[in-house]
């Protein structure tokens, strides 16, 4: 699928927003993206068939800023909205702003400036995580060489850092070389991409160790409920790391990534034994109890030594009891 590049007049920065039935946050997202300091953006809202009434809040916002642009579409998954915004953007740079989030207002006026002003390609910050019980938690990512992608990639690939809402990315680089949301996938798109993305050479990134997002945990939307097919959409993603990357250069961080997808099943109601066995049949027991230990990869150790079975009941009635 080859994207059009749109070259009228365009915007400093793109924000695309997917939203499936936010209405309940969706206010405070697009107030803050109006409110940026950075006047010059373009924010591409795409309603992916919500029925929640949040389709008519976004056409509110957008009688009121002529910089809101509404998509509205039937519903085709998180891949399918964040696809249309990525080929409905016309700015220099793109961002995603998930619609039950917000967004600090000097955000993206910081990460154009620091993009402009080092001529880079991708500009990464940081987050705050904010719980449903009013708690939060900052979240602020130390690189070793930003100039090493390699070992910009591996750490990233280590600590699970693939947002797409904190990495402002030049938007050519999409339409240059053919990166696209892969159909199908709405779990893992973000991992997906950004790896699509750290293949291109040469590439340059940038960081600014600042938290400037909102990242609302648990409130509902596409990740919160882990079904087997989302596992699936999980696997494929595994395999195109695995196919990909250097497994060599990254083999524990691959390790790390199928240690990962093991437990992720394990938070499914329901999910195939034999499949189970597949993700964990390369994975080396050593890894899984060597240290740094952690509760996940020890869930993913009894359920490898004992089945998925005991695993999910050891998930229930172990690991939720003392992370509730």
């Known amino acids: ?29 697009l107030s803050s993206l109006v409110a940026q300091t950075l006047q010059d953006i373009e924010i591409v809202v795409v309603n992916d068939g919500s029925t929640d009434g949040s389709d008519k809040i976004c056409d509110s916002w957008a009688s009121r800023d002529r910089r809101i ?16 915004g990525l080929e409905n953007a016309t700015g220099e740079y793109i961002i995603v702003c998930d619609s039950d989030d917000w967004v600090d207002k000097s955000t993206y006026e910081k990460a154009y400036t620091k993009a402009k002003t080092e001529n880079t390609d991708i500009v990464i910050f940081g987050y705050i995580a904010e719980y449903p019980n009013g708690d939060s ?43 696209c949301y892969e159909p199908g996938i709405n779990m893992g798109e973000d991992q997906l991409i950004l790896q699509k993305i750290l293949s291109i050479r040469p590439l340059k990134v940038c960081c600014i160790p600042e938290a400037l997002y909102h990242y609302r945990i648990n409130s509902g939307g596409y990740t919160t409920t882990i079904k087997p097919e989302y596992i699936d959409q999980l696997i494929k993603v595994f395999e195109w790391d695995y196919t990909n990357l250097d497994k060599d250069y990254h083999s524990e961080a691959l390790k790390q990534i199928s ?9 499914c109601l329901h999910f195939p034994s034999d499949k189970f066995k597949s993700i964990t049949a390369s994975l080396p027991t050593p890894y899984l109890y060597k240290s740094p230990r952690s509760p996940q990869k020890l869930m993913v150790l009894a359920a490898k030594i004992f089945g998925w079975r005991f695993g999910r009941w050891a998930y229930n009635n172990i690991y939720q009891k003392i992370y509730s």
């Open 259 to 267: 240690a990962n997808l093991a437990f992720e099943s394990l938070r």
């Open 1 to 29: 699928m080859m994207m059009k590049l749109h070259m009228n007049n365009p915007a400093k920065v793109s924000v695309t927003v997917p939203v499936y039935n936010t209405a309940q946050y969706l206010d405070r997202c």
């Open 69 to 84: 642009k509404v998509i509205h579409q039937r519903n085709g998954g998180l891949w399918k909205a964040r696809q249309t």
């Open 137 to 179: 938690k900052e979240c602020i990512r130390k690189f070793k060489d930003l100039t090493d992608i390699e070992l910009t990639r591996n750490e990233i690939m280590r600590s699970s850092y693939y947002h797409s809402w904190n990495k402002l990315i030049r938007r050519s680089l999409f339409a240059s070389h053919n990166i």
